[in-house]
């Protein structure tokens, strides 16, 4: 057992725990099935980054879509589907998911992790821009809206997404954005393209009657960021 398990994390030191601790909590709370890890392994091999959520965030985004009784969910943003899994494992019989993604390479791998989870039929990964698929899917009859929505695309299009998911919202549907401290990041008025997309999309937040929202920092195998969490007002 090594000796910082035996005693209380000291601020400030260079080796923080944050990596062991998602490890101690994953393990117990939310370990990686055959399907998460296929997944996960499915996506390196393709070489695609290793960005998705952790074990725990997934869990988190599972038991969210689990409290809000959610039957639909859309996801913008699907990497290797390994979120997509824990969030269509969420649904009931009958539920629906739709996951849109820019890159036919990305949306290709997920497809195939998704019907490895035998999910195939509840989920459903659109090739594309989101800004293009999102007014086709709009369009369609019986489309939303949805009960959840996860937004973890391109950060410059988050203000674009919130509206969307506000298009496609009823009234109690919760809008979750992933990404928007990136390491303190978002306090830079003049950082970059996705800095400045996120701090509108806090802006638009903020000043949005239909919304009531919190955003919470977090730490672990995924570094130092946070997420956004919006409920869409009675
Ligand atoms: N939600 C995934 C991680 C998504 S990473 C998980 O947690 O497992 C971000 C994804 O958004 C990448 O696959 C990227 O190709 C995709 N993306 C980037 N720009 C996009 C756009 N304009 N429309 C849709 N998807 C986009
Ligand atoms: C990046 C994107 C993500 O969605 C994420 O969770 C982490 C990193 C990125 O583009 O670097
Ligand atoms: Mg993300």
């Given amino acids: 057992m090594s000796e910082r398990s035996q005693q209380p994390h000291q601020p400030g030191r260079s080796d923080e725990p944050w ?7 994953t393990d117990l709370l939310a370990p990686d099935d055959e399907a998460l890890s296929a997944a996960l392994a ?9 960005i998705g959520v952790a074990g725990n965030q997934g869990k988190l985004l599972y038991l969210l879509t689990r409290m809000v009784g959610a039957r639909s ?55 594309g821009p ?13 489309a939303g809206p949805f009960d959840l929505f996860f937004i973890d695309a391109d950060k410059v299009n988050n203000p674009r997404y919130v509206e969307w998911a506000l298009k496609l919202s009823r009234p109690g549907s919760v809008i979750v954005v992933d990404n928007v401290i990136r390491r303190g990041a978002v306090l830079n008025k003049h ?21 009531e929202a919190t955003a919470v920092q977090t730490v672990g195998s995924k570094g130092y960021d946070g997420f956004l969490l919006a409920r869409v007002r009675s």
């Fill in 73 to 127: 969910v859309l996801e913008i943003g699907t990497l290797a589907g390994y979120s997509t899994i824990w969030l269509a494992r969420a649904l009931p019989e009958g539920g629906r998911l739709i996951s849109l993604e820019y890159a036919p390479a990305h949306a290709e791998v997920a497809r195939a992790n998704l019907a490895r989870a035998g999910l195939d039929t509840v989920a459903e990964v659109r090739t």
């Fill in 19 to 25: 990596e062991e601790v998602d490890r101690y909590v």
């Fill in 42 to 50: 499915a996506g390196e091999e393709a070489g695609l980054p290793p």
């Fill in 191 to 211: 950082g970059d393209p996705s800095v400045r997309g996120t701090r509108e999309m806090f802006d638009l937040v903020s000043r949005e009657p239909r919304l």
């Fill in 130 to 142: 989101a800004l293009d698929t999102l007014p086709l899917l709009a369009a369609e009859p019986g």
